[in-house]
Every structure is written in structure tokens, then in C-alpha cells.
């Protein structure tokens, strides 16, 4: 059975860039595929200024609670927080010996948050390799992401590679699976920058469980241009796009017929039909969230599972690793 594994931060609550761009997949796959699923605790300490211990614990068990309510289901899938399976620290060492400083120098996620910064964390320049660690260790074929996450699966593919040629065969190669629609998310406000946790402005960003109301205010007052035609062109016409692919995602619809059904009829009702089709599509979600929320025992008790299960798989993988790479067993001579 194809096995499948995505991680999402705990960097702040999630918004419709996630929801659209990965978790909708994360939920799909189940359907087909062994799915492994993380919140990747780890990863959401390598910016120090962003590190607020209580923060981030509080973080770990809302992201957890809305992956439940979205649709990750843990009778079928695995759930658990990074933290919680120390292999993927342990393995990280074993590529960290492999990476090259070059490759990891030359990642455009480094280079984003790095650039201007006056102090970088190492564990923000080895971010991609503890991802590597997560994917690899559970022999990932497919790994649903946005669009953002691209060379980051690449860098996965190419380490597992090198330290299959070079020590053995351990590591299953994977491929990154983007959705039809929606993969990069644009801010409402600045439509040229993906939505995203760590945004200037809250009013470009469509929290999952933002009410109603707001849902339909942040989207009314997207950015779009002074023009009055829907048609989907990502470089004239960036805020119209983003509202067209938010739409086909939400609905399920293509962009070609959502743009011949609302072209002539202003961006107004356009935008009343986006955000009508999203608060539609986050109702259930929250409806859960709430339930789940009244609960926080239940969660502990999923993760904590989630966690025993994910340790079967990664300890092995972690030992075959090892023993490739010549360190030596214990109790062995
Ligand atoms: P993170 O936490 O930033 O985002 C989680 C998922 O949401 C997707 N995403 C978006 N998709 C479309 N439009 C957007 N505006 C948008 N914003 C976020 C991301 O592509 C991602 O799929 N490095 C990863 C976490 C990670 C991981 C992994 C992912 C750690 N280990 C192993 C896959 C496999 C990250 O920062 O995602």
C-alpha cells in the first residue's frame, strides 16, 4: 500500500494556505494510502524570536485538535507530534553527516528567513534535514504539501539517494503531491505573497476557525485591481487568480468555469460567492473543532497512540540506518 507522510508546524493557528494547499489531501488520502501525519514541534523552535515555550505547547495541542477536526482520522492514520519520536533528532544526525553545507546554504526557504536577520539559528539552516528525517524514516512514497514545500521534498529525494548509493538500500524515495488548485495560497491583502502564519497583517489571512463574519469581511475587502474582468492571469491580474483558485478548491469546480460563470458580473458578487463558498467549507471543521476542544484528554490520548505507532515504523528505519552506516550495535563486537 502506497504510504504517505506531511507535517505541519505548530507556528500558529492554521489558515485556508494549509487547509487548501495540503490538508485537504492529508484528509483524500486516507481514502487510498497508509497516511502518517505529524506536528512538527521540532521544526517550530528554529526561529529563537518566535519561541515562546507555553506558546508552543499550546500550539502543538490546537494544531493536533483542528487536524482531528479536519478529517485526519486516527483509527485509519497515524497522528502524533514530532517530539514524541526521538528518532527523527537521532536521524537527522546520520543525514546531517551526508548533507552538503552548499545545498543546504543555497535552500530558498533558508535564504527567505535568513536574509537580513541578524542572528540565525544552525537549527533554522538544518530545518530540511530534520523534514528529510520525517519523510524518509517512515519510507514515504507520496508526501501532500503546498506548493512552498517543493525543494524540501527535493532535498529529501536527493539525500535518501546518496545515502542509499553510498551505504545501502535503506531509504524509499518520495514525490511531492500538490493539489489541482490552490497549492500557493496568496494573501487577500498583498495577493504577490503567500498566505502564511507569520504575515504582517491578520486581514490577508483566513483562519480556519475565524467566524463567519469575519471569514466574509477578510475576503470582501481582498486586494484585486482596478479593472473590472474575472479572468485567471497570475501576473496581470494576481488578486482575481488568488480569488479563483480559492474558489475551485473550495467547490470543487474548475477555474475555467468559475471565471466564464462570474466574468461581467463585478468583483462584488464575486467576492460574495468566494467567501459564501468557504465559510460553507469551514463550518463542519469548526463545528468539530468545538467538540473536540471540550476534550483535551481524548487528544492527549490520541497522540500518545499516534506517537507508539509512529515509533514501530521510525526505530526500525532508524536502526537499519545505523547499521548501514557502520556504527555498531550494542552488545555486538
Ligand atoms: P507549514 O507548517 O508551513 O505548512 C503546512 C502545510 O501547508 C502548506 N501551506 C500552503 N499551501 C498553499 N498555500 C499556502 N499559502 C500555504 N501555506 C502553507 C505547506 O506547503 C504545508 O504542506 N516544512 C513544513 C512542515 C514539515 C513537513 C515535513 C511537511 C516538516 N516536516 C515533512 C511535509 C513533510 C512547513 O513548514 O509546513
Known amino acids: 500500500m502506497t504510504r504517505v507522510f506531511s507535517g505541519i508546524q505548530p507556528s500558529g493557528d492554521l489558515h485556508l494556505g494549509n487547509q487548501l494547499g495540503a490538508l485537504v489531501n ?44 479536519v478529517g485526519v482520522d486516527p483509527e485509519r492514520s497515524i497522528l502524533f507530534v514530532q517530539s514524541h ?10 543525514f546531517n553527516c551526508i548533507a552538503g553545507f552548499g545545498e543546504l546554504r543555497k535552500q530558498p526557504q533558508f535564504k527567505d528567513k535568513s536574509e537580513g536577520q541578524e542572528s540565525v539559528s544552525v537549527g533554522l539552516f538544518d530545518y530540511p534535514v530534520l523534514q528529510t528525517s520525517d ?57 504577490t505573497n503567500k498566505m502564511s502564519k507569520s504575515t504582517s497583517s491578520e486581514k490577508g489571512v483566513v483562519y480556519l476557525l475565524d467566524d463567519p463574519t469575519r471569514i466574509a469581511k477578510k475576503i470582501k475587502s481582498a486586494v484585486t485591481d482596478s479593472a473590472t474582468d474575472i479572468r485567471y492571469d497570475r501576473d496581470a491580474k494576481p488578486g482575481v487568480s488568488n480569488l479563483l483558485e480559492i474558489l475551485a478548491a473550495a467547490t470543487g469546480r474548475s477555474i475555467e468555469d468559475l471565471a466564464a460563470e462570474h466574468d461581467g458580473h463585478g468583483y462584488g458578487a464575486f467576492k460574495t460567492a468566494v467567501a459564501e463558498a468557504v465559510v460553507e467549507l469551514l463550518r463542519p471543521i469548526q463545528q468539530r473543532h468545538a467538540e473536540l476542544a471540550a476534550d483535551p484528554a481524548e487528544v492527549a490520548r490520541l497522540l500518545d497512540d499516534g506517537a507508539h505507532r509512529a515509533r514501530t515504523i521510525a526505530a526500525d528505519t532508524l536502526q537499519r540506518a545505523k547499521d548501514a552506516m557502520g556504527l555498531l550495535p550494542r552488545g555486538a563486537a
Open 26 to 69: 492529508w484528509v483524500g488520502m486516507q481514502e487510498r494510502a497508509d497516511c502518517v501525519y505529524c506536528v512538527v514541534d521540532l521544526h517550530a523552535m528554529t526561529s529563537p524570536a518566535e519561541h515562546d515555550p507555553a506558546t508552543l505547547r499550546q500550539r502543538t495541542v490546537d494544531a493536533a485538535t483542528t487536524l482531528l477536526a
Open 85 to 94: 519520536v526521538h528518532e527523527h533528532a537521532e536521524c537527522t544526525w546520520l
Open 135 to 191: 519523510i524518509l524514516l517512515y519510507h514515504a512514497d507520496e508526501v501532500p504539501v503546498g506548493e512552498d514545500q517543493r525543494h524540501h521534498i527535493e532535498l529529501a529525494r536527493d539525500l535518501g539517494q546518496r545515502f542509499n548509493h553510498r551505504f545501502g538500500e535503506v531509504f524509499t524515495l518520495p514525490k511531492a503531491i500538490h493539489p489541482q488548485a490552490a497549492a500557493r495560497v496568496m494573501d487577500l491583502q498583498e495577493p
